[in-house]
């Protein structure tokens, strides 16, 4: 297997991150509460998940 003759400098190496970014995750709105709640999980703030209630939320 090839390795490499020289080691490759910090800057090269920055130079090949560049496109590795973080993402925000997508939001959606809890149509029962009207609250920020991330997708496909029950509402942190009323426990409301696909129009039944599935947990009592912690206070």
């Known amino acids: 297997m090839p390795n490499p003759k ?4 910090k800057s090269r190496g920055a130079k090949r991150r560049t ?3 973080a993402t925000k995750p997508s939001t959606a709105e809890c149509p029962n509460c009207h609250e920020h709640k991330l ?3 029950a509402c942190p703030n009323c426990g409301h998940y696909n129009g ?3 947990m009592m939320p912690k206070e």
């Not at 020289?6 to 400098?9: E, L, P, Q, V």
Request: no cysteine.
């Open 39 to 41: 997708q496909h999980r």
């Open 52 to 54: 039944r209630s599935i």
């Open 19 to 21: 496109h590795y970014k």
């Open 6 to 9: 020289r080691r490759h400098s």
